[in-house]
């Protein structure tokens, strides 16, 4: 064990002049910081959306090993602008249409800021009452916006969390629809149980499967077609699930989706709902991306159906304004989390949870600890109210449909799948029946734009179809943004044309 | 499928006068967080530690609706102050000596800011580069100041990631010792595998086996003892093991603690390991708390053994001055991660993951998003340098002795446990040999000790005596709040054996 005594640099005392949590000086490094990304938000537009940097570049510019003396903040901003500037990929440049959006917000920042200055950890409702009220608070609204039946709220017995990821989200709700099922069956039929997605899915799912020992083998990734725009068909879902039963296995969860990730397909939940519900199967809506829309009227029919599912998840940090990570998960039967994942040890043992009157989000999740993540939902909600927050996503889709019109005026390109939401898939048209030059054709266009650094699209493969994603909702694009985009895109084509 | 042009709302126009992420809205509204921030922390002395709050208190305060309108920062702050403020469980205050630290410092802050600013999603180098090689740097750097094994370090073909939390962690190698040796002896097998941990580990360790898939039958919570400081034993290790053995079951894993919860208990790892050897058992090391401090070299002895265990996690969050959450977590072997947790669905796929030249840190972790964590560590390492956050490290040690000596002098009271770095156990003496009553009066001590807001410690109960843990960590206590602190346990001591 350590003896204080003999430390020559301690008796030195220099640790004794700094207070690495003063005041003054966090005023002082914090206005320095809140200028340096003001001006990042101000000039973002001028960086290469994708980082133009090369494997292992950064090793080259930084020591290596842990300075032993300080270093002045100024001497480490300057680091952050001339190192790790250009290794990021912009992901809040108005030009940016990869992925999904990743959309931030004054309001969003502000919030995670606040949240960081308190740094609690929340893990039950003793350890920061506030954080657990204002969860539950602030999930009620956004399922009440979201027209959520009352059963996933906390007004009619359910109740929502926020988690990290979507990943999350799925993992403890399959965890908990496994020990509901294992628990009357006997443990030692988790070799049966079976996984339902279609192969649309979010790898997310095959990911959640995997971590809570389902076989391998008994994970389905269900057929979709381009005959029905990629959304899983309860015909499909039928048969496999049958086909499950008769060889003696055990249909356990189906995750359905609301906005796939490859070309925002929707799965349709009322008739799967149907079909799981004859096999006694939990069904997961995983709406990630177009959850936040079901906010406006005109996009809540895609939630139909949803009455009859167990849980329901959207990323607000996607397209909802709020930073990374803030995953809206609402579940009808909280007990049924609760008894997947409670622990109780005797440290975190307190009044407030012997008495059963409070929540404790400790079992509604993986973690322990937990970041106070409710309170840049509370800042978004309110810093822009609910008819402004359906505006916005609205404009995006508004400028979805106009890249849309500008696609379908160029003979040379097509539209691959109906748009949905706010991303449109298209690609340069196929002038032979060969699918493998053309996607060959559209993959090398995509590159020669993303390398220029102008914007940033990435790609789904549908049906054996390289598509090109143009995904709208990084907060700071305009018109003017999707409108010069499709130049680049164009002025791409006819220069790699003129290659060939 | 929306149409955009009946909607009355949109023709309003109403949307296009508001940049959520305007840049000049986002410094005024900064700058007035960081001196609300700035002036918290100036102030959080003055809190009562534990929040006075009682359940349901935050619904009675805010409306039952998200608002249709904007509300001006301004408003929205007040209620901040008014409403979230007492709701708040100190951990940043001076008096905060509960569970374990959350340590705050002016780096992890702003680099958690910088972070929030950039709001990257960063899960594949490509996504975004700086991301990924910053924390392959910074996770290096600190296995070096560790004196990990070469073997831990990407430099030696191990290698570290930032995770959110221990339990993830845990869960993480936990799935990829289950899949490494699943794959070799077949799925079926998994209701035989056998998960370790003492009676004293963190219950991370139960939830991460609940959650893979382990059958909870098989999760093996081996007695410790007064008389062995509550360390694992090797023997009784062996003597389980052994016993799994003969009755066909399989050892799977085993967590070993340097720094247990209740009373920073240290198992043995060299022996450990030697047992775990033998068996094929893949053995994690949880040092959440703890392992801060083995950058100094009087406390690094802890970690002998190292060696030859698989995998090792501490929290930079905890006493490490980096806000929640930073996890970080070292394997020797990242392939058998990278084979039990690794998705490659279309999206994703880039030339730089094709070359295999980069790390892809969806694979090694839960979630496919993740935040950029790696900033606020480097910030924590260069803004303070090795000697001061040794010092710093020391400096809470050095109090805890102070506090040891306290107890010590004060014969009501007693030392129940060695104290091994900066957390002291203690209660008043029993005058009984029945523990019931002597239970009841601490628990009752503690309890109106919290009440009153001047102090917040835990409790523990190890081979059922009730412990009084007093934890030093967070980054304002000085000397004077831990010998005011224990005057408070005095007076509320004399006060309570009074009333009796």
């Not at 992925?99 to 800021?113: L, Q």
């Not at 309860?234 to 499950?244: G, N």
């Not at 999707?482 to 003129?498: D, G, T, Y």
Request: glycine residues 6%; hydrophobic residues 40%; proline residues 5%.
């Amino acid at each position: 064990m350590g003896s204080l005594n003999i430390d020559p640099e301690l008796q030195n005392n220099s640790v004794s002049c700094i207070n690495p949590l003063d005041s003054e000086e966090l005023r002082r490094q914090g206005h320095l910081i809140i200028d340096f990304i003001a001006d990042y938000y101000k000039n973002v537009e001028k960086q290469p959306v994708r980082s133009q940097v090369e494997p292992g570049y950064l090793s080259k510019c930084l020591p290596k090993s842990a300075p032993n003396n300080p270093e002045p903040i100024e001497k480490i901003l300057q680091d952050v602008h001339e190192h790790i500037v250009p290794g990021i990929t912009h992901w809040q440049s108005p030009n940016y249409f990869a992925y999904f959006p990743s959309s931030g917000s004054v309001a969003g920042i502000i919030g995670e800021m606040i949240s960081t200055g308190f740094n609690v950890v929340g893990f039950n409702w003793m350890s920061s009452p506030a954080a657990t009220e204002l969860e539950n608070i602030v999930m009620d609204w956004l399922g009440e916006m979201l027209k959520l039946p009352k059963s996933f709220l906390f007004s009619g017995k359910g109740g929502g969390v926020i988690q990290g990821t979507t990943c999350e989200a799925i993992l403890c709700t399959l965890s908990a629809a496994r020990d509901r099922i294992l628990n009357k069956i006997g443990r030692e039929n988790i070799t049966k149980l079976v996984v339902y997605g279609s192969d649309q899915t979010h790898s997310a799912l095959q990911k959640a499967a995997q971590i809570a020992g389902i076989d391998p083998k008994n994970f389905r990734a269900i057929k979709t077609m381009k005959s029905s725009s990629f959304g899983l068909s309860p015909d499909s879902l039928q048969l496999t699930v049958e086909s499950d039963v008769e060889a003696g296995l055990i249909p356990l969860f189906l995750c359905a989706t609301v906005g796939t990730t490859g070309t925002t397909a929707v799965d349709p939940i009322g008739p799967l709902c149907d079909i799981a519900k004859r096999y006694g199967i939990w069904v997961h809506i995983d709406a990630a991306y177009a959850g936040s829309s079901c906010i406006c009227p005109e996009f809540r029919h895609f939630l139909d159906g949803i009455e009859d599912a167990d849980s329901f998840s959207l990323n607000a940090h996607k397209w909802f304004f709020t930073t990374l990570d803030c995953c809206c998960l609402w579940v009808k039967n909280p007990g049924a989390l609760i008894q997947s994942l409670s622990t109780n040890p005797e440290f975190l043992r307190n009044r407030a949870s012997d008495s059963k009157t409070v929540v404790d989000y400790k079992d509604w999740q993986i973690t322990l600890s937990r970041r106070f993540r409710s309170m840049k939902l509370w800042l978004v909600l309110r810093s822009y109210g609910v008819t402004n927050l359906r505006n916005f996503l609205r404009s995006h889709v508004k400028m979805a449909k106009l890249f849309e019109e500008l696609v379908g005026e160029d003979k040379r390109f097509e539209v691959v799948v109906p748009r949905n939401f706010a991303m449109v898939c298209f690609r340069v048209v196929p002038s032979t029946l060969d699918k493998e030059p053309v996607n060959k054709f559209n993959n090398e266009l995509l590159e020669s734009i993303n390398k220029s650094g102008k914007l940033y699209m990435t790609h789904a493969i549908v049906e054996g179809i390289f598509v090109i994603r143009f995904a709208i909702g990084a907060t700071l694009t305009e018109e003017r943004h999707v409108v010069a985009a499709w130049k680049v895109v164009q002025q791409h084509l006819e220069a790699n044309l003129n290659m060939i």
